[in-house]
């Protein structure tokens, strides 16, 4: 099938999907996530098939993490399709109304966006994300994952498809690209008749080519470069916690800590405690001058390069700054807008962090890990949008509606 054909099926389910009401939504939300359980090892079986491929291929460690399924992590993702189909539908809600002099009922409703492309890498995860919360807010989707989980993309496609179909909507309401060639990107980037918008989730190469190629609406996700800042008056045991569990946890994943500030005041007893916790997981550190010279020759010398780098492994970068003003100046030039920390006990510094630091999130003593739809309690997320129209930060199913104003007289005329 041709991805013109996808995007005119597609379509086609969209109009179905906008008036299809709240019940039947839940009905097949919860039907894919008891197809995803019941097929959870079919699913694993084409997901090794994957692993395989990507260790003869020389995966990084932590790319091959972001692969990676498990019975857990199926149960995760159905989990995830409950919780959203437990929300309170989005579609006709009111968000204002008012009578205007001339007697003009005027209503603003939230409705579906419509047709909506997702483009992703390696995981697979997103296919049953996206597809749960797109379905919700009344949306029909085409996916387009990498070529590294295809066959475990097709699988949980598949599955849902089918679970959709059975419960009465129609199974083009979710559609996967099996095509994983530049082409189909390309062909997807401009179906300006079918796709109402398009959401990149990836690495920086991947978002960066979406938005300089694509024809249709972008919304800009994912690159995290985040950052903590150890302040003068932090709890140095409580910043050494958050730092080993933004960088240790799950190195792979947008908000994960790629760079740590330490205050110069402290440094000299901050940075051999922190380079202690994270040797326990290898962790390389990048550092600046005044960083390799406390830690000596086992801290690589940072490159400008490195402050700029959303690492997404066990690679940390390192900096000694004079005060918080540095460190906002320094976060302001390096920062991807995704999420911010700052550890301190002084509520005057943590103010001032929040006031100035420009991110989607700003966090005051606790990990940049908790960025995320589950953690925020918007079920599973579409992504972390870090622009700032039409969303921000992470994107549930209130971010996959627009607006329409619905107007009702009595024959007035202008």
Same mark, same amino acid.
């Given at each position: 099938m041709t991805i013109v054909e996808m995007g005119k099926r597609a379509k086609e389910a969209s109009r179905v999907l906008a008036t299809a009401g709240a019940s039947l939504k839940t009905k097949a939300l919860y039907a894919l996530a008891d197809a995803l359980e019941e097929n959870c090892d079919y699913i694993l079986a084409e997901n090794e098939k994957d692993l395989e491929a990507g260790r003869a291929a020389g995966m990084s460690k932590s790319l091959l993490d972001r692969l990676s399924l498990s019975s857990d992590r199926v149960s995760s993702m159905a989990q995830g399709a409950r919780q959203v189909a437990s929300f309170q539908d989005p579609v006709g809600a009111v968000l204002s109304g008012n009578v205007m002099p001339n007697g003009l009922q005027v209503t603003k409703v939230r409705v579906p966006l419509g047709v909506i492309g997702i483009i992703y890498e390696a995981r697979p995860n997103v296919t049953a994300d996206a597809?749960?919360?797109?379905?919700?807010?009344?949306?029909?989707? /085409?996916?387009?994952?990498?070529?590294?989980? #295809?066959?475990?993309?097709?699988?949980?496609?598949?599955?849902?498809?089918?679970?959709?179909?059975?419960?009465? !909507? @129609?199974? =083009?309401? /979710?559609? *996967? #690209?099996?095509?994983? +060639?530049?082409?189909?990107? /390309? &062909? !997807?980037?401009?179906?300006?008749?079918? !796709?109402? $918008?398009? #959401? @990149?989730?990836?690495?920086?190469?991947? #978002?960066?080519? +979406?938005?300089?190629?694509?024809? $249709? @609406?972008? /919304?800009?996700?994912? +690159?995290?470069?985040?950052?903590?800042?150890? =302040? &003068?008056?932090? =709890? *140095?045991?409580?910043a050494k916690n958050i730092v080993f569990n933004g960088k240790t946890s799950r190195p792979s994943v947008c908000n994960a800590v790629e760079s740590v500030l330490v205050h110069k005041s402290i440094a000299e007893e901050f940075l051999p405690l922190m380079k202690a916790e994270l040797d326990k997981m290898n962790v390389e550190l990048r550092g600046c001058s005044e960083t390799c010279r406390i830690l000596g020759e086992s801290v690589v010398p940072a490159t400008d390069d490195d402050y700029f780098t959303e690492f997404l492994d066990y690679i940390l970068s390192v900096k000694v700054v004079s005060d918080i003003d540095e460190a906002i100046a320094h976060i302001a030039k390096h920062s991807t807008g995704h999420s911010e920390c700052i550890v301190t006990e002084n509520y005057s510094c943590a103010e001032k962090f929040i006031a100035q630091v420009d991110a989607a999130a700003v966090y005051v003593n606790a990990s940049t890990r908790f960025t995320d739809g589950g953690e925020f309690g918007l079920g599973a997320e579409i992504g972390i949008s870090t622009q700032k129209l039409h969303a921000r930060g992470p994107m549930g199913i209130n971010e996959l509606t627009s607006m329409k104003f619905i107007v009702k007289g009595s024959g007035q005329i202008r």
């Open positions: 597809a749960a919360l797109c379905l919700k807010a009344g949306n029909a989707v /085409i996916l387009r994952g990498g070529k590294e989980a #295809i066959n475990s993309n097709m699988a949980v496609a598949k599955v849902m498809r089918e679970a959709v179909k059975n419960a009465g !909507l @129609p199974i =083009d309401s /979710i559609q *996967l #690209i099996e095509d994983t +060639t530049r082409q189909s990107s /390309i &062909e !997807l980037m401009g179906l300006t008749d079918y !796709l109402d $918008v398009l #959401i @990149p989730r990836g690495g920086a190469g991947l #978002i960066k080519a +979406t938005v300089e190629n694509a024809k $249709v @609406p972008v /919304i800009e996700t994912g +690159t995290g470069n985040c950052h903590v800042y150890v =302040d &003068e008056f932090a =709890d *140095l045991e409580m």
